[in-house]
């Protein structure tokens, strides 16, 4: 017990100082500081709706949606009211909820197959409306957005968007850790039965579409601060899949794992833009994507679990095993008082 | 709350007023009554399609009835969500095991208990838990998942939850049904320790032995209406109940 306990603690610190050194040891270089500030927000993604499908069982499409609210929201309060980042963030955050609340009340009685229709029908309206009021929008120019603040540089939004994926992973970690984790599992296994057992399921379904949304609200305005435009192109169906992708490779039942799965899929394909073997140089361009989708596809047929779930596990233990086995065993005549 | 119970008498722990329930064209009960006022252990038997299954997730709240009442401990409870009667006293399990498969088996256990008891402490939760694993049999079992128990061990798990959700009116959905005959002991003496906590047990199975010896009741439904329902004795020389029910097993 002591030993996983140690190990668990002593490998986030070795990962922790080593994405605190990171910058230097990459020598700031700005390019490669966007790529891994990127694999950070889609860790928060990935590791966000792995919340919402793994761990709670809700299908949703909507992601990327709630990414485009917060987004557009800080980007055309930015625009209309000249409102600062802060206020951009915030509100965006807040409208991203409060759309996840009302989707929520909307159909989350809905069984899976129905929420995940509705999300993608919802996903698509919003991008088209986005489109189509381009006087408003920018339509498919997109939206310009400041930066999050004057003199940012590429190291300085690498430690925003980092402490955004710590801040956000440690808040879900302490969600699962609570009651709220132990019933939005037991939902996800089984609604009427979790219902027989006094769970109130239609409400920790909402809750947790809401809190998935304000996470991918408030990812989607800060990172777009740091991108500088918003286009509906980030709502595409193509987009949302590529979330889910990167959530289902990593271990979608697992935070760390469908975040793990996110950073190294979006770094990845990153590095699989160009390939140079020896003296042969290959562009490998969309076709990177269809190496993905193979990845994705042989992860699904034979690892269920992801492919870095499994060495989490192996890793670190299977915390619910640990966890949840009574310390002390009572004595045989207290057990018998107390049951009687 | 129910200032008047029916016949006047006490308050019933259980009160199924004239309950009707149709599907489509189909009239699945059909003024269903049934008053249960003591800690009983009572046998609800019917051929299939009889409507037990109806009337048991009317009585949790799955399903709304058409016309009708129920009542459990003075609350009518026809309108409210499976959650809320859950909370209020009256729990089940399923014909076919429905353990949280990927949860341990110690958090199946903890799921009804902190449903109930929100401020209660993890730890002693854990406790009492311990102990009913142990009472069940199970407890060498309480770190392994739900999926890698036996179909047997997964019975047990339910009814350990149950004893977690400590209701008052209890409804055992076929719980002999493929069960290890060693496993079946176990859940005998469950169903006797739950009828000296002071409960009431609607048992349903189609194991006509265990029903006619544990049964100090028995109701007997057929074509969605109550047919029978009186002492075991009786309801077995009951003309009607042989003719839809036991005749045919007999054949």
Redesign the interface.
């Known amino acids: 017990m002591r030993i996983h306990f140690d190990m668990r603690w002593a490998a986030v610190l070795v990962v922790l100082l080593a994405l605190g050194l990171a910058p230097r040891l990459m020598q700031d270089s700005p390019y490669q500081m966007a790529v891994i500030t990127g694999a950070f927000f889609y860790a928060i993604l990935a590791s966000s709706w792995a919340l919402l499908a793994g761990i709670a069982g809700q299908f949703s499409f909507a992601h990327m949606a709630f990414v485009g609210i917060g987004a557009y929201t800080a980007g055309l309060l930015g625009q209309y009211l000249s409102t600062g980042p802060i206020i951009g963030i915030i509100t965006g955050t807040l409208l991203a909820g409060l759309v996840g609340l009302v989707i929520g009340l909307l159909c989350l009685r809905l069984r899976a197959a129905y929420l995940a229709l509705f999300t993608i029908a919802f996903s698509e309206i919003f991008r088209i409306v986005l489109l189509t009021e381009f006087d408003f929008t920018g339509g498919s120019n997109g939206l310009q957005l400041s930066k999050l603040w004057q003199g940012i540089t590429a190291t300085g939004e690498y430690y925003v968007m980092l402490a955004l994926l710590l801040g956000t992973m440690a808040i879900m970690y302490w969600l699962t850790g609570s ?1 709220f984790g ?2 939005i ?2 939902m ?3 609604q ?11 409400r920790y379904k909402i809750v947790v579409f809401v809190v998935t949304s304000l996470i991918a609200g408030l990812a989607g305005s800060v990172f777009y601060y740091q991108v500088g435009i918003i286009t509906p192109n980030t709502l595409e169906l193509l987009q949302m899949s590529l979330v889910i992708a990167m959530a289902v490779i990593g271990g979608m ?1 697992s935070l760390a794992g469908a975040a793990l799965g996110a950073f190294f899929s979006r770094i990845s394909l990153e590095l699989l833009r160009e390939v140079n073997i020896f003296s042969l140089h290959i562009e490998l361009g969309a076709w990177r994507y269809a190496a993905f989708g193979v990845v994705l596809m042989l992860t699904l047929r034979f690892w269920r679990n992801g492919l870095l779930q499994p060495v989490l596990d192996r890793l670190f233990g299977k915390p ?3 966890a ?7 004595s045989p005549d ?2 018998r008082e ?2 009687a | 709350m129910n200032p008047q119970p029916a016949n006047g008498s006490k308050q019933a722990l259980l009160d199924v007023r004239n309950v009707y329930k149709s599907f489509g064209g189909t009239q699945a009960l059909l003024d269903v009554s049934m008053r249960i006022d003591e800690a009983q252990l009572i046998g609800l038997i019917g051929p299939n399609g009889a409507g037990k299954t109806t009337l048991t997730n009317i009585l ?3 399903y709304k009835p058409n016309r009708g009442q129920v009542w459990l401990l003075g609350e009518r409870i026809d309108g409210l ?3 809320q009667i ?2 209020l006293g009256l ?2 399990t ?1 014909q076919v095991t ?7 088996v ?3 256990m ?3 208990a ?3 008891h ?1 401020t209660a402490r ?2 002693q939760v ?7 694993l ?2 069940l049999t199970i407890e060498h079992l ?3 998942y ?1 999926r890698g128990l036996s179909g047997g061990q997964q019975k047990l798990l339910e009814l350990g ?1 149950l004893l977690m ?1 400590d209701p008052q009116v209890i409804i055992l959905d076929e719980p002999f049904a493929g069960v290890h005959p060693k496993l079946q002991e176990t859940i005998y003496g469950y169903i006797s ?1 739950v009828r000296t906590q002071g409960k009431a047990v609607i048992l349903i199975s189609h194991d006509m032995e265990s029903i006619f010896t544990l049964s100090e009741r028995l109701v007997v439904l057929n074509f969605g209406q109550v047919i029978a329902d009186g002492q075991p004795a009786h309801v077995k020389e009951d003309a009607g109940v042989i003719e839809a029910y036991l005749g045919e097993e007999e054949d």
């Not at chain 2, 854990?126 to 009913?132: D, L, V």
């Open positions: 009651r132990l019933f599992r037991s996800r296994e089984d009427e039965a979790a219902a027989a057992m006094g769970v109130d399921v239609v039942e619910a095993l640990q949840t086995v009574a310390k002390r065993k009572p207290s057990e107390e049951l | 949790d709240g799955v969500q499976p959650y859950a909370r729990g089940r399923f429905r353990a949280f498969r990927r949860m341990t110690m958090e199946n903890l799921v009804p902190m449903a109930l929100p993890r730890k854990q406790e009492k838990a311990y102990s009913i142990e009472f309480a770190g392994e739900g939850r959700l320790r």
